[in-house]
């Protein structure tokens, strides 16, 4: 995180809140907010695991869709808007296993949790969760006379 | 360090393989430490290929009689294991921040969620129809079964030490699998103490099995579990580069693989969205254990028209954010 944090300053990164080890202990990191984020900081390529936002601004809805998608991901997306045209196009857009609408908590045990392109294979939760452990097994069955 | 549990039989420092609780072949331990305070909680067992070889060869044996069970009779095991963990939720949860460092009112949900998945699956399980198809020749029927796949291994990482186990034992069991985990050398204690409800409910030996090993053991017994043959499946949460090192090697033997691998999540704020509702989803998405999920927020896109209102309502979330120990119940990160 500390290196994430770093490479985002120096490529420009204004750090508003935090930036790095809690008082608390070594193993506290402090919630961190950066703005002036881009596609070219080391964070927005790799999982920051921590608790650091780095803010990037947009203004066309179809380039904001481009950029997300724009990396070998496809696990979860979120998308606040309240316009229904606009959250079909987005869902319909973003390239992902899970698309949050309007809110940050997407785990249940119902739904099918899970991603594409190189965040996984297969689901977990839902009906569709015990098809990774079942088989197919077909019987052709003949000498049914009469 | 101690630990304050009303059941102390639920913290559990040996693995447990076919029905018993065992230490490592060498006897070596290694340490589990509480990340908020650098402490040592417990000493769990060393092991490595041969342990998981026994584990799995326990496995395939168990399985025959496992499957054979009716589908409500697998389904009533685990619905009663859903129940024992949500009444022992308190202990387990203490057992989780120890070895994991979340808050424990967040240890106790995440405990809840663990539960969710043997309700929810057991109740699948009595649902497994297959098909019959019409033939398009005389004198003949056609049928489709739906069948357990056999022996499967589950690999889970330290974020969700409790969910992501039960998230994989849940579904291979109520399909009538059987299987072998192994949790994160971090937090082994979650899954053990799961297994020592699960024996109480009368899981038959053998069908799950939880071997433990620190960073060293885990190419060893990882590389068992995806080199044996006997093992027919393999379901793993984890890092990117990890899931492909796996995936490759059990192309060896055509194993089924599941991988829940890395993210990168875009959060988009368009400029019709209600800032409230972003705010309020932005503290699960990206603070929730502290962004340690694969489906934390990772990057935050806001369009121009809201940018600069959002960004001062995240400056005060995050400042007003409270750090500490998990067992601070001021806690929130």
Request: aromatic share 8%; with cysteine.
């Amino acid at each position: 995180m500390l290196a994430h944090v770093g490479d985002a300053v120096e490529r420009g990164g204004d750090v508003l809140v935090g930036g790095g080890i809690h008082e608390q202990g070594r193993t506290f990191f402090s919630p961190t907010i950066i703005t002036g984020a881009d596609m070219d900081w080391q964070m927005s390529n790799e999982e920051t695991f921590g608790p650091v936002a780095a803010i990037h601004r947009f203004s066309d809805e179809a380039a904001a869709i481009r950029t997300a998608n724009a990396t070998p991901f496809g696990l979860a997306a979120y998308l606040f808007s309240q316009d229904h045209a606009r959250i079909w196009r987005a869902s319909e857009g973003l390239e992902y296993g899970m698309i949050a609408i309007n809110t940050g908590f997407i785990s249940t045990e119902v739904a099918p949790f899970g991603g594409i392109k190189e965040s996984g294979i297969g689901r977990e939760g839902s009906q569709h969760g015990l098809d990774d452990f079942l088989e197919y097994k077909y019987l052709a069955w003949a000498g049914v006379r009469g | 360090m101690t630990l304050t549990l009303s059941d102390p039989d639920l913290f559990r420092t040996q693995a447990y393989i076919d029905g018993k609780w065992v230490d490592a072949d060498s006897g070596e331990t290694f340490a589990v430490i509480d990340p908020a305070t650098g402490e040592e909680i417990a000493q769990v067992p060393r092991m490595g290929a041969a342990e998981t070889r026994r584990a799995i060869e326990a496995a395939e044996r168990a399985q025959v009689g496992w499957r054979k069970l009716l589908a409500k009779e697998r389904a009533k095991i685990l619905r009663d294991l859903a129940d024992a963990m949500l009444a022992n939720a308190d202990d387990l949860a203490t057992i989780l921040t120890a070895e994991q460092g979340k808050p424990h009112a967040e240890a106790k949900a995440e405990i809840a969620y663990a539960a969710s998945f043997f309700e929810w699956f057991g109740e699948e399980a009595k649902r497994v129809s297959g098909e019959t198809i019409p033939a398009p020749m005389p004198d003949r029927r056609i049928v489709v079964l739906r069948e357990p796949i056999g022996v499967t291994v589950g690999i889970t990482p330290w974020n969700f030490p409790s969910a992501m186990p039960t998230r994989k034992a849940a579904p291979a069991l109520a399909a009538g699998c059987s299987m072998v985990l192994k949790p994160a050398e971090q937090t082994p204690l979650s899954a053990l103490s799961v297994m020592v409800l699960a024996e109480r409910v009368g899981l038959p030996a053998g069908v799950l099995s939880v071997v433990t090993g620190d960073a060293e053991d885990a190419p060893k017994i990882g590389g068992e579990m995806t080199s044996n043959p006997i093992v027919r499946k393999l379901s793993f949460t984890g890092s990117t580069e990890v899931g492909k090192l796996l995936m490759g090697q059990c192309a060896k033997t055509i194993k089924k693989v599941s991988l829940e691998l890395g993210g990168n999540a875009p959060f988009l704020v368009f400029d019709d969205a209600d800032l409230d509702d972003v705010i309020a989803a932005m503290m699960v998405a990206k603070f929730r254990n502290s962004g340690q999920t694969c489906i934390s927020a990772n990057r935050v896109l806001v369009q121009d028209g809201i940018h600069d209102a959002f960004v001062e309502r995240m400056v005060e979330l995050a400042s007003g954010i409270t750090v500490a120990s998990g067992f601070d119940p001021a806690a929130q990160i």
